[in-house]
Structure formats: C-alpha cells, structure tokens
Antibody
C-alpha cells in the first residue's frame, strides 16, 4: 500500500526558506516520477514541480521557477522541496504525489500524501 | 499554458441522481485528462485517467468520456460518499493544469 508522509511545513516569514520532505513507502520509489502539488486555503489545486525517477529531469511551474528546487534521495525513499524566497502567495497545503507512470512520469497523479501546511506571514 | 474550465462550479443533487460534470480544455489534449475527487480536509483521489479509464478500486458508478477539448465525468447514481469537490486535470503538457473544481452538494 502506497504511503506518502510529508513533513517540514510551518510558519515562515516572507523571504525566508523552508524545506519539505516526503517519506515514501509501499512501492518502488526509485522507479516512479514524483510531484509536489499545492492548494492555497479555500482554493483549487496547482501543480508545482516534478522530478524523474533518477532525479535527472525536473520541471517547475512558472510561479516557483528559480525559487523552489525539487530533489530526491532514492537510497532513503525520500522526496524534497527546497523553498527559498518565500512569498505570502506561497501559503498553501503542499502535497507529495506519486506519478501513475512507471520508469518515467506522465503527469497523472495516482497517490497523494496527506499534505503539509506552509504559511508565509510576517 | 493550457487552460481548463469546469461547469457547473456547484451542483446540488440528491442521493440516487445521475450527475454530469463538464470539463473543457483551451486546446486539444487528446485523451490526456484525469479526474480527482477531494473531500474537505483530505487529499485528492484519482478517479479516472486517460479520460475514460477507471482507476483501480473506484466504484463503477463513476465514468469518464470525451477527447480533444471536451470531457465529462458522470456519476450514475449519486451516493452519500460522493458529496465532494471534483477536479479535472490535463496532463498533455507542462505546466499540467487543473480545472477550478465542481462542488457536489446535497440538495
């Protein structure tokens, strides 16, 4: 059974940094693309970033490009999101999500963590 | 970027009703469309992928159809557990985008 457990959320001031982690289990982590998707309070879903199974390919939403970095450690079955230069508009629940494809990524999101809340406020 | 729209934004229905939600893409996405269900305070759940393929474990009362720019999600007989918000998402090209959601409420 796929399990994705995010951690690292919290309250942070604008301009500061935060790193989210996602511990994965129940599937072959090194074989699957992984994503971060966020949801601002009371709003819809926004795709943030994707990383290939081997970590060599990454793509970002324009809203976070240059500020956020997605990475993974396949030896630890863990996904990360380093968030720098945080803004008030980055306030959201951040979900760690597994791609439905195997060996690559498709953009179809088949398993979601419970999410971790990031609040950016002065 | 591909823009996704959904209609209606809110839908009031009763248990046993047949419910249809429409999703439209700003350009053709072939069949690269998924549907998700989200309940308050919970993570989204994949229901349908590739426009019409039912994800494992999802009840057969859910079905999807369409291709190109127009898609529908149908719930054949609404159950109490189905009251939730439904999102469509295209996965044809970056940045993968979601529709704004359709909230299915109890009538």
């Amino acid at each position: 059974q796929v399990q994705l457990v995010e951690s690292g959320g919290g309250v942070v001031q604008p301009g500061r940094s935060l790193r989210l982690s996602c511990a994965a289990s129940g599937f072959t982590f090194r074989s699957d693309g992984m994503h971060w998707v966020r949801q601002a309070p009371g709003k819809g879903l926004e795709w943030v970033a994707v990383i290939s199974p081997d970590g060599n390919y990454k793509h970002y939403a324009d809203s976070v490009k240059g500020r956020f970095t997605i990475s993974r450690d396949n030896s630890k079955n863990t996904l990360y999101l380093q968030m720098n230069s945080l803004r008030a508009e980055d306030t959201a629940v951040y979900y760690c999500v597994k791609d439905r494809g195997s060996g690559y990524y498709t953009g179809c999101l088949d398993s979601w963590g419970q999410g971790t809340l990031v609040t950016v406020t002065s | 970027d591909i823009q996704m729209t959904q209609s209606p934004s809110t839908l009031s229905a009763s248990v046993g009703d047949r419910v249809t939600i429409t999703c439209r893409a700003s350009e053709s996405i072939s069949s690269w469309l998924a549907w998700y269900q989200q309940k308050p305070g919970k993570a989204p759940k994949l229901l349908i992928y590739k426009a019409s393929s039912l994800e494992s474990g999802v009840p057969s009362r859910f079905s999807g159809s369409g291709s190109g720019t127009e898609f529908t999600l149908t719930i054949s007989s609404l159950q109490p557990d189905d009251f939730a918000t439904y999102y469509c998402q295209e996965y044809k090209s970056y940045p993968w985008t979601f529709g704004p959601g359709t909230k299915v409420e109890i009538k």
